[in-house]
């Protein structure tokens, strides 16, 4: 399996090392046994996914835009998102779909894709459009810390 850069690297470690830099050893190490093990049992995709759905369970709704940008960009289809998004509607209940997961970024961005897709719109133009509009710059998915004047 051919292991390539994700579209969003992980930032937010850097604000470990702004705590404490033994602590950014640590869950550097972790996060290089998570997604960078050469014998992985998920591809990657998958493991995107997973990541994706445990923090929509979780209300880290940040994570998931980034993991739905990442899962996109390794071939995930739209119609695994329809269902992925009815999974949501199902295991979450239709209130907090409609309040929460519905106005958030990961809403947005999946539904630029399908747009874009419907579109007809090539992949690698949709990936340039999430991450112009769902990266780092955006406030609701970036993870550096801002300091505001």
């Known amino acids: 399996m051919k292991k390539q850069s994700p579209p969003l690297r992980p930032t937010a470690l850097v604000n470990f090392k702004k705590t404490d830099s033994r602590l950014a050893s640590i869950v550097g190490n972790f996060w290089k046994l998570v997604w960078s093990d050469d014998n992985p049992a998920f591809d990657q995709k998958t493991k995107y996914l997973l990541s994706l759905a445990n923090a929509v369970g979780a209300g880290r709704l940040r994570q998931a835009t980034r993991e739905l940008v990442k899962?996109?960009?390794?071939?995930?289809?739209?119609?695994?998102?329809?269902?992925?998004?009815?999974?949501?509607v199902?295991?979450?209940g239709?209130?907090?779909f409609a309040s929460e997961i519905g106005p958030s970024a990961l809403f947005a961005a999946y539904q630029l894709i399908?747009?874009?897709?419907?579109?007809?719109?090539?992949a690698e133009d949709i990936i340039?459009?999430?991450l112009r509009n769902?990266?780092?710059?955006?406030?609701?998915?970036?993870?550096?810390?801002?300091?505001?004047e």
Do not use: C, I
């Open 134 to 148: 769902f990266g780092e710059d955006n406030p609701d998915v970036g993870t550096q810390s801002r300091m505001t």
């Open 71 to 88: 899962a996109y960009a390794t071939g995930t289809s739209t119609a695994e998102l329809d269902e992925l998004f009815t999974l949501f």
């Open 94 to 96: 239709v209130g907090h």
């Open 114 to 122: 399908k747009t874009q897709e419907e579109q007809g719109l090539p």
């Open 90 to 92: 199902w295991n979450q």
């Open 128 to 130: 340039t459009n999430l």
